[in-house]
């Protein structure tokens, strides 16, 4: 059965496009982000505060390895750090088929002003610093990102465009 793990960067439209693409390809959803908070108990922000990025990390490796090795059949919505710590981008590409959701720079900053608050990295910055913090954190995290068995280019690219991409591979 199909598994495929989406990535990128943080509002790249992870999550949007993967909720779509299950529907489409009949596969499960998950967001990883989601499945740390129902097995830790903590809101991701409350984990970042309380006890701190490392120890997030961890667990977020932790829970990845464990639905990679345990299930297929999903679509997976990781969050736009998880392929850059540990072994994390080496399990994806074992165990899923990897796409990297390449989306402009201007886009994520316009989408992070509006949800900033709910994402631990960036909440406390003004909307001034967005842009240069971000231009920073991708050049950083791209070699990273493509690892990715596809990239997809998102450009001015709706959903439809983008999951009909992924669903023919
Ligand atoms: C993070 C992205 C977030 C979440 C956490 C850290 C990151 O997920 O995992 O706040 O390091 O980029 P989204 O990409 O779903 O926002």
């Known amino acids: 059965m199909k598994s495929i793990v989406l990535i990128g960067y943080m509002a790249s439209g992870k999550s949007a496009v993967g909720i779509v693409l299950a529907e489409k390809l009949n ?3 998950i967001d990883l982000d989601a499945y ?3 097995k830790t108990g903590l809101s991701i922000g ?4 309380t006890k701190g990025e490392i120890y997030f990390r961890k667990i977020e490796s932790e829970c990845l390895l ?3 090795e345990a299930q297929s059949g999903y679509i997976l919505a990781v969050g736009g750090g998880t392929p850059c710590y540990g072994n994390n981008m080496e399990s994806i590409n074992k165990y899923a088929f990897s796409v990297f959701l390449k989306t402009p720079l201007k886009v994520l900053v316009n989408r992070l002003k509006a949800e900033k608050q709910n994402r631990p990295l960036v909440s406390s910055l003004s909307d001034a610093d967005l842009t240069e913090f971000v231009a920073k954190h991708l050049f950083e995290r791209h ?5 990715a068995q596809l990239t997809i280019d998102v450009k ?3 959903i439809t465009e983008i999951i009909n991409e992924i669903a023919v591979v």
């Open 156 to 158: 001015e690219r709706g």
């Open 66 to 68: 464990g639905i990679l």
């Open 143 to 147: 070699p990273f990102y493509e690892k």
């Open 27 to 29: 596969l499960k959803f």
């Open 36 to 38: 740390i908070v129902s």
């Open 46 to 49: 409350g984990i970042f505060e």
